[in-house]
């Protein structure tokens, strides 16, 4: 057998025994190879660097300081992760203990709402495949229209749905809808009925933080946001989540709500929402939220846990 080929066989070996969790045995039969060749291939496979198993230290939590934002904020989880000596690092240490906390969610779950953005994009990435036919992706508020990103709504529930062979519904409308006529009538179209019925029923959202810069980065949204958002003054927003936006006391700024989708009021019912924030830098988006009670659970380091302290002074 010629090296190519050989190193397509190894690979394939490895795949049905680490990924697909075969055993030897059918792995044997579909080679046609004997269990100890299969064991040998293995054994190669590892030792040519073809396959690399690495085991990653569980990432400490600064127990002390999630129950001072316990007792603060009255928020059921708070999870903040002890800093390492790399932001980078912290970041990815963020992002590998959230999958690993979400992923462990979803399984008591029937339905679960989705946003957009890079974190939720990442954290789908580091999800373990399973198979769960009775489980549903959702979007719950329409598309935000950040074009040309794999990041997008849209992408992201198909995304999900693959990782647990799972089913996924649309909201094919965009995030805010001017007209309120129009966005009221919109609830009751066939196309977007299956999206909402499902939303109505989440037992999970999860999201990460967004700031000003989630809307001005949306031409459309930017351009028309006296009218989308009235008496809204931009420099008090703290945060955006939902496609909400808010001021750092945690108070929503959108009395008159053109978003499309589930309700403010009907999302402070789902029984779990998780938020994530990797970034310092959304320290006072946190703040508000946690002042505001829009999150049941947050995922977070010791670097924002401490500026969102700093923020409070």
């Known amino acids: 057998m010629d090296d190519v080929k050989h190193r397509e066989q190894l690979a394939g070996i490895a795949q049905d025994y680490y990924l697909s969790k075969l055993p030897i045995t059918d792995i044997s039969e579909k080679y046609h190879l004997s269990r100890y060749l299969i064991s040998k291939s293995l054994d190669e496979a590892l030792a040519s660097g073809l396959v690399k198993i690495s085991i990653d230290t569980p990432v400490s939590r600064n127990v002390e300081m999630e129950l001072a934002f316990k007792q603060k904020f009255n928020i059921r989880n708070m999870m903040i992760l002890k800093d390492s000596d790399s932001p980078d690092k912290d970041s ?28 939720v994009w990442n954290i789908i990435d580091r999800f373990q495949t399973e198979v769960r036919e009775n489980l549903i992706f959702t979007q719950f508020v329409g598309e935000n229209l950040k074009l040309n990103t794999a990041a997008s709504t849209v992408p992201l529930v198909q995304k999900a749905a693959a990782k647990f062979d799972a089913q996924y519904v649309t909201l094919p409308a965009p995030l805010y809808v001017n007209n309120d006529e129009i966005r009221e009538a919109l609830r009751s179209e066939p ?31 930017k351009q028309h946001f006296s009218n989308l958002f009235e008496n809204v003054d931009d420099q008090q927003i703290a945060g955006v989540l939902f496609g909400r936006p808010y001021d750092v006391d945690g108070n929503l700024l959108n009395n008159h709500d053109k978003t499309m989708g589930v309700s403010m009021d009907e999302l402070l019912t789902v029984p779990r929402r998780v938020g994530i924030v990797k970034s310092k830098f959304k320290s006072r988006a946190l703040l508000g939220a946690l002042r505001g009670g829009f999150l049941t659970d947050v995922i977070t380091n010791e670097a924002v846990a401490n500026r969102v302290l700093l923020e409070m002074d």
């Open 92 to 119: 990815a240490n963020v992002i590998d203990f959230a999958a690993a906390e979400i992923q462990e969610l979803i399984r008591h779950c029937h339905v679960v709402g989705m946003t957009w953005g890079d974190t």
């Open 191 to 221: 196309a977007l009925v299956p999206a909402l019925s499902s939303a109505a029923r989440m037992d999970m959202v999860f999201a990460g933080i967004g700031t000003l810069a989630s809307i001005n980065t949306i031409p459309v949204w």
